[in-house]
């Protein structure tokens, strides 16, 4: 299949293990690690780490949308998707995720009415067909989605629509990524950037990591070669001693960004002063809400949100599988009672989160099965 | 529900200092894996407060309600298998018996509608027990408002495939629900068959060294149907596989001796059969992404929606556990039929790493393929 094929070929991945193989210092031991869950999900689904020297050990990321959301705005979202007429939206992976007494399924099957969409633009159709219900988008998601949720406000605006509104818990990578940087707990030789978020805020905003923290940075595709490639990009640095941001997913990612779509969101939203994550605490300026000038579509201006801050449960170690402290293995609870069926911590739920990825695909001995020869003088 | 969850939680971090107490084990990483092991034998327990679209899935949370409610309950020699069929023995005669409901939405798909489905469904479910179906019963459960002409046009599609697979509808019930309880038409049929050979199939019998084998390409129920609900934009040549199977099966019993298992690969996918052959007979299972038959359209779909063909429904495609020095007569005896054209061994059954099923990829790597806890959600980005 097109498109698709060319960046899974094993004859490829073989080459390129096998350089950078070579470019590991004898006895050096890397820690590269994957910002975005769509990255972790192709490292496991395809089974990659085989291609990697032992020397090389990857680290998930707090880049997965889900994962970081916390248990609080879950129980924000539930109650108002549990009001009379109203109908909530939501993104699929979203729907498993546990707030404090259930997740959007448990809520479904109480009655509360929360349908699935692949576009926030789907939920301008349900508003349309329903006009005696409020229609309440949950918007989650990185900069790869907030445009999406940015043009939809503004297509309600348009029309005129007066019952959709959006619950916002977009958030930005550049202060997670920071946090993680300033995180005393941690040892990261370089940074795979993600690769979608690039497409829209472009690779400029990395600069401060490779110039400010000398730690190297190279935007990756997903498919499995791309995810090797940057690999190998990240270790010629290391090798040579550069840290840059390096660009490797150009068939996609612009160099200073999409600026349709961050002018869309510039409209749209502004900064929070604060916004809490999951496992990381709050974080400044780290997520989005909508403008006052788009109040009439801001679920949070619009209707009483209870605000309710819940700890997250003792026994999750969600934070420091985010900050790549702890494998997901190394957690107390992983694998017995947090399982992908009764996830108690939301790196368990989307398919992106690391511990979900490596329950689902990696709990194995792993055997290297690609032998790779190293010629070494 | 909290406090619920407090108990089993509590209960996992008492097992996880036991096991940091004893620390003689050398490889944490192997513990890990032990106590994912030990979790898993428990006895399974529901822990919703309420049935969830996960329990219709065909997942983990579809097998933990059977088990836990319903196994539970009516407890029997007979339905501990699981099988798709239940094996009786009636004056000195072999019988099978199956079940199974019909809700799919829409009713009418292209290759397909609700009424072959149901004969199809249940004619499959017969055939892989290794029985000869020959009867049916069909239960419709109507809306107010449904269309007279759709159902007569589901139920002539029933009687074609009836004609078509040799079995008759001999009984039947009708019940109407008012408008909004219920999805315009469910149907359940049952099918009885006749054993006419002394094969001991099953799951549990398959053992290492045996070919897996499926009859054709993967998923294509399932992505046709997920498109024909036109809330993807997404359009595709595509039709259901919906088909009898029972000529095909018929073939593949007379001529290879050495078939251990045959599963009709339905709700869960490939993926989700060779999760239970691996539990049920305690044995490791390998298959090779790139021998796996998937129509283009199917993988593009699926690409596109993050899902795996694994893991989608088939309604005429058979998986079949078979000796492996049999395999090339198996797959020769498959192919021989219209419907087993594309017939291909995707792996093997091994010794390794029992009650997991390992892929593959194409891609070079190896990874795991489990139960999918319930529907296939579609990733954000």
């Known amino acids: ?377 | 529900m909290s406090d619920r969850r407090a108990s089993w939680v509590d209960e996992a971090l008492r097992e996880h200092e036991e096991h940091a107490a004893a620390g003689a084990v050398s490889d944490r990483e192997q513990q890990v894996l032990d106590r994912i092991d030990r979790a898993r034998r428990r006895r399974p327990r529901i822990r919703e407060e309420r049935i969830t679209m996960s329990h219709g899935a065909g997942g983990k949370a579809s097998r933990t309600l059977t088990e836990a409610v319903f196994l539970d309950a009516f407890r029997n020699p007979l339905l501990e298998p699981l099988e798709d069929a239940a094996l009786l023995q009636v004056n000195g005669s072999r019988l099978a018996l199956t079940t199974d409901s019909y809700v799919v939405s829409p009713l009418f798909f292209p290759g397909g509608n609700i009424g072959d489905l149901a004969v199809n469904g249940t004619v499959n479910d017969l055939s892989v027990a290794g029985a000869t179906p020959l009867y049916l019963s069909a239960g419709f459960v109507l809306e107010e408002g449904l269309p007279v002409a759709d159902l007569t046009a589901i139920v002539a599609s029933m009687q074609a495939a009836a004609a078509a697979a040799g079995v008759q509808v001999v009984t039947g019930d009708t019940k109407v629900v008012e408008r909004g309880k219920a999805d315009g038409c469910y149907i359940n049929t049952a099918g009885v068959g006749v054993v006419e050979h002394d094969l001991a199939l099953g799951a549990a019998t398959a053992r290492p060294g045996d070919a897996v084998i499926v009859s054709g390409p993967v998923g294509d129920h399932g992505v046709t149907i997920m498109l024909a609900r036109g809330e993807l934009d997404i359009e595709a040549d595509l039709s259901s596989d919906t088909a009898p199977m029972n000529g095909m099966i018929a073939g593949l019993l007379a001529a290879v001796p050495g078939v251990r298992a045959m599963r009709d690969a339905t709700r869960g996918g490939v993926a989700t059969i060779l999760n239970e052959v691996a539990v049920a007979a305690g044995v490791g299972v390998m298959v090779e992404e790139d021998q796996i038959p998937v129509r283009t359209q199917v993988r593009g779909a699926a690409e596109l929606l993050g899902i795996d063909p694994m893991y989608v429904a088939c309604e005429g495609r058979l998986v079949a556990i078979v000796d492996g020095q049999q395999s090339d007569l198996a797959v020769a005896a498959l192919r021989a039929d219209p419907l087993g054209e594309q017939a291909a061994v995707i792996g093997r059954v091994t010794a390794d790493q029992p009650g997991i099923v390992l892929l593959k990829t194409a891609f070079g790597g190896t990874r795991i393929v489990d139960l999918l806890v319930g529907d296939p959600l579609p990733r954000i980005c």
């Open chain 1, 1 to 377: 299949m097109r498109f698709v094929d060319e960046f899974r070929s094993a004859e490829k991945a073989r080459a390129l293990a096998a350089r950078i193989t070579e470019l590991c210092e004898p006895g050096r031991q890397y820690k590269l690690m994957e910002v975005c869950g769509g990255h972790t999900h192709t490292i496991y689904k395809h089974g990659l780490e085989d291609y990697l020297p032992e020397a090389i050990t990857l680290v998930h990321g707090p880049g997965c949308p889900v994962c970081v959301i916390p248990m609080g705005r879950v129980d924000d979202a539930i109650h108002l998707a549990s009001q009379p007429d109203t109908i909530m939206t939501s993104f699929g992976d979203m729907m498993r995720v546990p707030g404090s007494h259930g997740s959007f399924f448990d809520a479904k099957a109480n009655g509360t009415d929360i349908r699935m969409v692949y576009s926030p633009l789907d939920s301008l159709k349900i508003a349309r067909q329903n006009p005696g219900k409020r229609v309440v988008f949950m918007a989650i998601g990185f900069e790869t989605t907030t445009p999406s949720t940015a043009m939809t406000v503004l297509r309600a605006k348009a029309e005129g629509l007066e019952n959709f509104s959006v619950f916002c818990n977009h958030v930005t990578i550049i202060p997670a990524i920071k946090a993680i940087l300033d995180s005393p707990d941690l040892r990261l030789d370089g940074f795979i950037g993600p690769g979608h978020v690039s497409t829209v805020i472009g690779c400029r905003p990395y600069e401060f990591i490779a110039a400010g923290y000398g730690k190297p940075v190279v935007v990756a595709g997903f498919e499995p070669l791309d995810i090797l490639q940057s690999i190998y990009m990240l270790m010629r640095q290391l090798s040579e001693g550069r840290s840059e941001v390096e660009n490797q997913y150009t068939r996609v990612v612009p160099w200073d960004g999409n600026l349709a779509a961050l002018t869309a969101i510039n409209q749209v939203m502004e900064l929070r002063p604060y916004f809490e994550w999951r496992g990381l605490g709050f974080i400044t300026h780290s997520a989005m809400r909508l403008r006052d000038g788009f109040r009439a579509f801001d679920a949070e201006a619009l209707f009483e949100v209870p605000g309710v801050r819940v700890a997250d449960p003792k026994a999750c170690q969600c934070g420091e599988v985010l900050k790549g402290v702890l494998k997901p293995w190394e957690c107390k609870v992983f694998g017995t009672a947090c399982t992908p069926e009764t996830p108690i911590g939301t790196c368990m739920v989307s398919p992106e989160g690391a511990c979900a990825a490596y329950y689902n695909y990696g709990r194995m001995n792993r055997h290297r099965v690609v032998e790779v020869e190293v010629s070494r003088p």
